[in-house]
């Protein structure tokens, strides 16, 4: 099973200055990516709704997203699913993004492979996506561990 938000309330204050800062929302994540509507498979500016091409070489995109598990409701309430946005916030340093990979999800960016890395085996996520050369020209690091039965990629 996935892991759970242990973020603390006084990191939880930071993580919502530094969205203030950086111009997103510091609360409703789960409507924006149940508003969010696009078909093509990208990572999308949550701010602009439009594709974002700003990735550089060395960064790696990882997500929390748990999908629901067959034969099991799983609905996150908003407040639950913003804390999994702000720990991931906390754990990667990056401003959350809507990546389009089957599901819409809230995905983050980091340099830190280690990061990437713990943050894909915590939320049992199938790969990172390590940005090769630039956006267009990247790979999946595919996840040895991943339970599909428990996160299934496809609702």
Request: proline fraction near 4%; include cysteine; charge should be negative.
């Amino acid at each position: 099973m996935e892991k759970r938000p242990t973020i603390k309330d006084e990191d939880v204050a930071e993580v919502k200055k530094f969205l203030e800062s950086s111009g997103l929302p510091t609360t409703g994540y789960l409507t924006i990516l149940k508003n969010f509507h696009k078909n093509k498979m990208a990572t999308y500016n949550i701010k602009t709704g439009k594709e974002e091409k700003n990735f550089s070489f060395g960064n790696y995109a990882v997500s929390f997203q748990v999908n629901k598990e067959p034969g099991i409701r799983r609905d996150y309430t908003d407040d639950e699913y913003d804390l999994y946005v702000y720990e991931c916030v906390y754990r990667s340093g990056s401003v959350p993004y809507i990546g389009y990979f089957d599901n819409p999800e809230i995905s983050f960016v980091t340099s830190d492979f280690a990061v990437a890395w713990n943050m894909m085996i915590d939320y049992n996520q199938f790969s990172i996506h390590a940005f090769k050369y630039s956006v267009e020209t990247g790979e999946d690091i595919i996840n040895e561990l991943y339970d599909s039965k428990h996160n299934p990629i496809k609702e």
